[in-house]
T-cell receptor
Framework: DSGVTQTPKHLITATGQRVTLRCSPR?????VYWYQQSLDQGLQFLIQ???????AKGNILERFSAQQFPDLHSELNLSSLELGDSALYFC???????????????FGAGTRLSVL | GENVEQHPSTLSVQEGDSAVIKCTYS??????FPWYKQELGKRPQLIID?????GEKKDQRIAVTLNKTAKHFSLHITETQPEDSAVYFC???????????FGQGTTLQVKP
């Protein structure tokens, strides 16, 4: 167990709908990262939050948004869902100390989203 | 831009043989290179990492080497076992952006 908690584990919804994925980082970790992994695909970085602020952005669609709350948990909101959004969504967290480029990322178990 | 290329995409070896997975990176500011193992349907798990001030690191049957000049790093697994079968991802972290850029992944199959 990595200490990163993601809910729900599975989500089935229809095209056009909106869903929210939740992530609780490891205790003490200030950074949260979101990744998308489609079938037979690699890990695509979506976005990073550090202590409540957006720090880095990857290939995140405009239909997707995220935020990190004061208690450091994060939510990824996916709207106007399309069939192609079906994927595993992983959250990871890291401490991000002084030398933050070196911090190890620990992954949650993921949320499997199926858009029908 | 930042990019990490990983080869091969699939690798099949006999149990007991060695496996080598290679990655190259483009961002010269990259200073940290973790390797993750992902079993089917499970989370990526860190198995070993190397920092830019080190050329080689070993942990039991797993070793990683880094050539900063050539911007190459490699994962070596010796005496492979069936439980080593998984997808392996290399990654590079830029000290400028902090972004973790993953390679495309290598599916390793160890045949008993």
């Amino acid at each position: 167990d990595s200490g990163v908690t993601q809910t729900p584990k599975h989500l089935i919804t229809a095209t056009g709908q909106r869903v929210t994925l939740r992530c609780s980082p490891r205790s003490g970790d200030l950074s949260v990262y979101w990744y998308q992994q489609s079938l037979d695909q690699g890990l695509q970085f979506l976005i990073q939050y550090y202590n409540g602020e957006e720090r880095a952005k990857g290939n995140i669609l405009e239909r997707f948004s995220a935020q990190q709350f004061p208690d450091l948990h994060s939510e990824l909101n996916l709207s106007s869902l399309e069939l192609g959004d079906s994927a595993l969504y992983f959250c990871a967290s890291s401490v991000d100390g002084q030398d933050w480029g070196w911090n190890i990322q620990y992954f949650g178990a993921g949320t499997r989203l199926s858009v029908l | 831009g930042e990019n990490v290329e990983q080869h091969p995409s699939t690798l099949s070896v006999q149990e007991g043989d060695s496996a080598v997975i290679k990655c190259t990176y483009s961002d010269s500011a990259s200073n940290y290179f973790p390797w993750y193992k992902q079993e089917l349907g499970k989370r990526p798990q860190l198995i070993i990492d190397i920092r830019s001030n080190v050329g080689e690191k070993k942990d039991q049957r797993i070793a990683v080497t880094l050539n900063k000049t050539a911007k190459h790093f490699s994962l070596h697994i010796t005496e492979t076992q069936p439980e080593d079968s998984a997808v392996y991802f290399c990654a590079g972290v830029s000290s400028n952006t902090g972004k973790l850029i993953f390679g495309q992944g290598t599916t390793l199959q160890v045949k008993p």
